[in-house]
C-alpha cells in the first residue's frame, strides 16, 4: 500500500482524535471533578466560536480572540454555577435537566442575536501536499493544540495549589473545609475552567466548524459517550477514548466511508460501555 497515503490517512486520524479531545476536555473536567454531567457543554462550545467570530469581524486579530472566549465563557459558567449548579450538588438527574434546559434557552438566544445563517471572515487555513495527496494543514495544526491543552490542564490539575483544593474539595467536601478550603469557590472556578476550556474549543475549531447556534452538536454527543466510556480517570482516559474512537473511527472513514466510521464509533462504544459499565480507567490507579 502506498505509504504516502498511510501518512495522510495517520495525520487525519490523529488530526480527528484532537478534535474530539479538544471538544471534549471541559465535559471531562466538570464530570471528573464535579461529578456534574453538563448538558449545555455544546453551548459554550458554540458561545466560544461566536466570541471568536464577533471579535475577528470587529478587526481584533484571530488569535487573541482565542483567549477572550475562554474569559468570556469562563465568567458565563462562573455566573450559572453559582445561580444553578451550585444548588444541585449530589443530585446528578437535576443538575443535567437543569443544564439541558439551560441549553435550550441558550441556543434560542443564539438564533435570536445571530440567526441560522453564518457570517463570512477569513481565518487561518493552509494545505501541503504527502506525495501525490494534499492535506488540510489546520486540522493537522489541531493535534499540536490538543496535546498542549491536555498538558496544561494535567499541570494545572495536579502541580497546582488550585488543583489540590479542587481534588480535595470533591473527595472530601468536609475536611476540606476543616482545613480552611472554601469549596464553595473552587468548585465555581471548576465549573467555569471546564467552560473555559468549551469556550476555547469553539474559538479554536472556527477555522474548519463553521458558527451556527447548533454547531456545539456536532460535538456534544460524541464528547460525553468519551467521556462516559473513560470513566472516573477523567484526564488520562478521556485522551485514550478519544484517541481510539475518534482516530478509529476516521481510520475506517478513510478506507470505507464516512458512514461506517460513525458505525464504528456508536458500536465500540456500546461494546466498550456493556464490557466496562463503570468506564475503561475504573479499576486504574491513576485518579486523574
Known amino acids: 500500500m502506498d505509504m504516502d497515503y498511510l501518512l495522510t490517512v495517520m495525520l487525519s486520524s490523529l488530526s480527528s482524535a484532537s478534535v474530539l479531545l479538544i471538544a471534549a476536555l471541559g465535559l471531562a473536567v466538570v464530570f471528573g471533578l464535579m461529578g456534574v454531567i ?11 466560536a461566536y466570541t471568536a467570530l464577533t471579535l475577528t469581524r470587529l478587526g481584533i486579530p484571530y488569535v487573541l480572540t482565542i483567549p ?29 435537566l437543569a443544564t439541558w434546559g439551560l441549553s435550550m434557552v441558550i441556543l434560542q438566544l443564539a438564533v435570536v442575536i445571530f440567526g441560522t445563517a453564518t457570517p463570512s471572515v477569513n481565518l487561518p487555513n493552509f494545505n501541503f501536499t504527502i506525495g501525490q495527496y494534499n492535506l488540510a494543514g489546520y486540522p493537522v495544526l489541531l493535534i499540536g493544540v ?13 502541580k497546582t495549589t488550585y488543583g489540590m483544593k479542587a481534588r480535595a474539595s470533591i473527595q472530601s467536601p468536609e475536611m476540606a473545609q476543616s482545613i480552611g478550603i472554601d469549596s464553595r469557590k473552587v468548585n465555581t ?50 485522551a485514550l477514548t478519544a484517541l481510539g474512537l475518534g482516530g478509529g473511527a476516521s481510520v475506517t472513514a ?23 459499565p463503570l468506564g475503561i480507567s475504573a479499576k486504574w490507579r491513576r485518579k486523574l
Open 68 to 96: 477572550l472566549a475562554v474569559i468570556f465563557t469562563m465568567l458565563i459558567g462562573a455566573i450559572i454555577e453559582r445561580l444553578i449548579v451550585s444548588r444541585l450538588y449530589g443530585r446528578m438527574f437535576d443538575t443535567m
Open 189 to 238: 472556578l471548576t465549573f467555569s475552567i471546564g467552560c473555559g476550556l468549551a469556550g476555547f474549543a469553539g474559538a479554536v475549531l472556527l477555522p474548519i466548524v463553521p458558527a451556527t447556534p447548533s454547531m456545539g452538536m456536532a460535538f456534544a454527543v460524541k464528547s460525553f459517550l468519551a467521556v462516559v466510556v473513560a470513566g472516573p480517570v477523567a484526564l488520562s482516559g478521556t
Open 146 to 158: 490538543a496535546a498542549c491543552l491536555l498538558a496544561f490542564t494535567y499541570f494545572l490539575l495536579t
Open 254 to 276: 478513510s478506507f470505507l466511508t464516512s458512514v461506517a466510521g460513525e458505525i464504528f464509533f456508536f458500536i465500540i462504544t456500546a461494546l466498550l460501555l456493556w464490557r466496562y
Open 38 to 48: 453538563n448538558l449545555a457543554h455544546s453551548e459554550f462550545i458554540m458561545m466560544g
